[in-house]
C-alpha cells in the first residue's frame, strides 16, 4: 500500500503563487509515476502534472498550466511538490496527489492509470 497526503491548499488572489505538497508513505516504488490531477465543482477530474519516478525524463503539463506550474519532488523522493504561481480563478479546485506504481514508462494523463490517491486540499483562487 502507498499512502498520499497533500497539503499546502488555501485561498489565494489572481496573481498569487501557492506550493502544494504531496508527502508519500508505505509501500517504496521505483516504477511508475507521480501526478497532480484536480477537480473543479461540476468537473470531471483533470490532469495537471506528471513525472516518472526516476525523474529522468520530460515532466508532462496540461496546456492550461504550462509555463504557470512546476512539479517536482523532494532528494529522498518521499514527496513531490506543484509549484502554482500567476494563479488564475480557473485554477481554483481540489488537488489531488496520485500515483501510477505499475510500471509506466510515461505519467499518463488518464486518472484511471493511478491506482493510489490522496484525499485532496482545495485551492481556492479569487479574482
Known amino acids: 500500500q502507498v499512502q498520499l497526503v497533500e497539503s499546502g491548499g488555501g485561498l489565494v488572489q489572481a496573481g498569487d503563487s501557492l506550493r502544494l505538497s504531496c508527502a508519500a508513505s508505505?509501500?517504496?516504488?521505483?516504477?511508475?509515476?507521480m501526478a497532480w490531477f484536480r477537480q473543479a465543482p461540476g468537473k470531471e477530474r483533470e490532469f495537471v502534472a506528471g513525472?516518472?519516478?526516476?525523474?529522468?525524463?520530460?515532466?508532462a503539463y496540461a496546456n492550461s498550466v504550462k509555463g504557470r506550474f512546476t512539479i517536482s519532488r523532494d532528494n529522498a523522493k518521499t514527496a513531490v511538490y506543484l509549484q502554482m504561481n500567476s494563479l488564475k480563478p480557473d485554477d481554483t479546485a481540489v488537488y489531488y496527489c496520485?500515483?501510477?506504481?505499475?510500471?509506466?514508462?510515461?505519467?499518463?494523463?488518464?486518472?484511471?492509470?493511478?491506482?493510489?490517491w490522496g484525499q485532496g486540499t482545495q485551492v481556492t483562487v479569487s479574482s
Open positions: 496520485a500515483a501510477d506504481t505499475t510500471g509506466r514508462p510515461i505519467p499518463t494523463a488518464r486518472h484511471q492509470d493511478y491506482d493510489y
Open positions: 513525472a516518472i519516478m526516476t525523474w529522468s525524463g520530460p515532466r
Open positions: 508505505g509501500r517504496t516504488f521505483s516504477r511508475g509515476a
